[in-house]
């Protein structure tokens, strides 16, 4: 798994770091996009994304897949990107 990080402006217009981690996925390609999903939620908010009602928490806490490419005959590369911090923090007024 590689790391780096970016700086994304948010749907508020705010900026905010984030984390790219990529990960070699041993799967065809009928599953690599599931899988890579199913990492993104894992590595950010760790729940059902439908048990999420919070707009805010969609755009901007839970990961989101950038790219899938092929890593060999058998294996992906995805490219997944995840908010710096993950915990819910109150917005200032």
Do not use: F
Not at 57 to 74: N, P, R
């Amino acid at each position: 798994m590689g790391l780096a990080e970016h700086t994304n402006a948010l749907p508020s217009g705010e900026m905010t770091q984030a984390i790219e981690a990529v990960y070699h996925l041993r799967c065809d390609a009928s599953q690599a996009e599931a899988r890579a999903r199913a990492l993104a939620v894992e590595q950010s908010v760790e729940m059902p994304v439908s048990a999420i009602e919070d707009q805010r928490v969609l755009a901007e806490i839970v990961g989101k897949v950038l790219s899938i490419s092929l890593a060999g005959a058998s294996s992906r590369r995805a490219s997944l990107l995840r908010a710096r911090r993950s915990g819910m923090m109150p917005r200032s007024s």
